[in-house]
């Protein structure tokens, strides 16, 4: 069955750096939706891409999807103690398959 | 407009009995989806309803059912608990239809654990 592999599973960085989560999918994706959980809180819908090689930015955010839409990333410049939380994308329609999310802490 | 909307917020229930956790999800939505959430195994679909119909079901047993009404709201039941069933459900909401966003929208969740 399809499956949504995300990388890495932690990330710890200090305030200013940047992050990035990875998230491949083993089958063709028809679209990507990227959510942010806070910890304690419940998953919040950031984007969504559809098209091939799409790139769409939300000010620090930066989120890609693959050529051959089978992968996707996010990207965050310059995190800030805001951006704490666990990362997820998910792939599909209707059936929405999510990766295992990646959890970011910022030390200020 | 109003979120989504979970009930109860916590339960606790004993291995055997059955449990019914509603969700009442955004005005004018129709697709209502529900997750279990586990540290262990992440967010796992459970299945999609719209317009009073399941339209989509994951790899989870027989032991856990839903429905919709015409109201959009939805309920999902689970029979003969086990302990493994603990975890966050989730419903969340989208207009979930052909060529729009299906963005989705989370409620709180339903902490369910199982004694």
């Known amino acids: 069955g399809q499956q949504v592999m995300q990388i890495p599973q932690y990330q710890h960085v200090q305030e200013g750096e940047d992050f990035t989560t990875y998230c491949n999918s083993s089958?063709?994706?028809?679209?990507i939706q990227w959510y942010k959980q806070r910890p304690g809180g419940h998953p919040v819908f950031l984007i969504q891409l559809v098209k091939s090689g799409e790139v769409k930015k939300q000010k620090r955010l930066t989120f890609q999807f693959g050529e051959a839409k089978k992968n996707s990333s996010l990207h965050i410049t310059a995190t800030q103690t805001t951006d704490v939380g666990t990362y997820f994308c998910?792939?599909?329609?209707?059936?929405?398959?999510f990766g295992s999310g990646t959890k970011l802490n910022v030390k200020p | 407009k109003a979120g989504v909307t979970q009930t109860p917020r916590y339960l606790i229930k004993t291995r055997g009995q059955q449990v019914t956790l509603s969700c009442s999800p955004i005005?004018?939505?129709?697709?209502v989806s529900w997750y279990q959430q586990t540290p262990g195994q992440g967010l796992q679909f459970l299945f999609e309803?719209?317009?009073?119909?399941?339209?989509n079901k994951g790899n989870f047993p027989g032991r856990f059912s839903g429905r919709q009404f015409s109201n959009s709201r939805s309920e999902m039941n689970v029979s003969t608990l086990e302990l493994g069933d603990s975890a966050l459900y989730l419903c969340?909401?989208?207009?979930?239809?052909?060529?729009?966003?299906?963005?989705?929208?989370f409620g709180p969740g339903t902490r369910l654990t199982v004694t």
């Open positions: 089958t063709t994706l028809s679209n």
């Open positions: 998910a792939g599909g329609l209707g059936k929405f398959y």
């Open positions: 309803y719209f317009s009073e119909t399941q339209r």
């Open positions: 005005s004018g939505h129709r697709s």
């Open positions: 969340a909401s989208s207009l979930g239809t052909s060529g729009g966003s299906y963005e989705q929208y």
